[in-house]
């Protein structure tokens, strides 16, 4: 056990920031069932910072369970989080993209910053996230670029176009870690592609846990956690 660590603890995460030499997070005997018996237990592997790392599994497998208890939406019944940066004690900030997202309807910046009074508003940095979700440019072909309304659920864009304006979203809180919940499953392949590609791009500066059921457009060596009612087996691509 690090003897260095400083707790992190809201009402369902605990998160220790632990002196290491690596940039990495540490996931141990992780444990959660509900009382019909599904959840996860045993779950143990580590991330590296920055990366991409996936989450596969079938169908209720705990994917989503794992993944709420990463973000603080669950409490687990034991295990630890530990997350280590080198020359930091800064605890990470962790977005989580669900996979039923849903969008206001109002303008683009008030989806994007999502919770924010207009007047506290970062507009730079909500410029920035929608320059690493990759959909600036377009929003700024807009005649109302950030004030184009949205409709009701994004109504008056496209399903790629939404998932992107969710993604800025989760982006605008400059997270050091993205949980992303099944992000492609309703694209066609051409927009999954180019989601991917987004994707990829950002686990290059963060780190990014994926849940899929599917290996479209991943490149060799990334590292893949596949759930069981055992625990967790970790692969790489290849």
Same mark, same amino acid.
């Given at each position: 056990?690090?003897?260095?660590?400083?707790?992190?603890?809201?009402?369902?995460?605990?998160?220790? %920031?632990?002196?290491?030499?690596?940039?990495?997070? &540490?996931?141990?005997?992780?444990?959660?069932?509900?009382?019909?018996?599904? *959840?996860?237990?045993?779950?143990?592997?580590?991330?590296?910072?920055? !990366?991409?790392?996936?989450?596969?599994?079938?169908? *209720?497998?705990?994917?989503?369970?794992?993944?709420?208890?990463? !973000?603080?939406?669950?409490?687990?019944?034991?295990?630890?989080?530990?997350?280590?940066?080198?020359?930091?004690?800064?605890?990470?900030?962790?977005?989580?993209?669900?996979?039923?997202?849903?969008?206001? %309807? !109002?303008?683009?910046?008030? %989806?994007?910053?999502? *919770?924010?009074?207009?007047?506290?508003?970062?507009?730079?940095?909500?410029?920035?996230?929608?320059?690493?979700?990759?959909?600036?440019?377009?929003?700024?072909?807009?005649?109302?670029?950030?004030?184009?309304?949205?409709?009701?659920?994004?109504?008056?864009? !496209?399903?790629?176009?939404?998932?992107?304006?969710?993604?800025?979203?989760?982006?605008?809180?400059?997270?050091? &870690?993205?949980?992303?919940?099944?992000?492609?499953?309703?694209?066609?392949?051409?927009?999954?592609?180019? &989601?991917?590609?987004?994707?990829?791009?950002?686990?290059?500066?963060?780190?990014?846990?994926?849940?899929?059921?599917?290996?479209?457009?991943?490149?060799?060596?990334?590292?893949?956690?596949?759930?069981?009612?055992? *625990?967790?087996?970790?692969?790489?691509?290849?």
């Amino acid at each position: 056990t690090p003897k260095k660590y400083q707790k992190y603890e809201e009402e369902n995460i605990k998160i220790k %920031n632990i002196s290491s030499r690596k940039n990495e997070l &540490i996931i141990r005997n992780l444990h959660l069932t509900y009382k019909n018996n599904k *959840g996860i237990k045993n779950i143990n592997f580590n991330v590296r910072c920055p !990366s991409l790392f996936l989450l596969m599994g079938s169908s *209720g497998s705990g994917k989503s369970t794992l993944l709420n208890i990463l !973000s603080g939406n669950l409490k687990p019944q034991k295990g630890e989080i530990f997350f280590s940066k080198r020359g930091s004690e800064v605890l990470p900030r962790i977005s989580y993209l669900h996979q039923e997202f849903s969008l206001i %309807n !109002s303008t683009i910046a008030e %989806n994007v910053a999502f *919770g924010v009074s207009k007047e506290k508003v970062d507009y730079l940095n909500l410029k920035k996230a929608l320059i690493s979700a990759e959909i600036y440019d377009y929003v700024f072909s807009l005649q109302n670029n950030i004030f184009e309304i949205v409709g009701e659920n994004g109504s008056n864009f !496209s399903i790629g176009q939404r998932q992107r304006i969710a993604l800025a979203r989760a982006l605008y809180f400059k997270p050091d &870690i993205l949980l992303l919940d099944e992000p492609t499953s309703s694209l066609d392949k051409e927009t999954e592609k180019k &989601i991917i590609d987004t994707i990829l791009k950002l686990s290059k500066k963060i780190t990014i846990i994926m849940s899929t059921h599917q290996l479209n457009f991943i490149p060799k060596s990334t590292r893949v956690g596949v759930i069981n009612k055992n *625990g967790i087996n970790i692969k790489e691509i290849n």
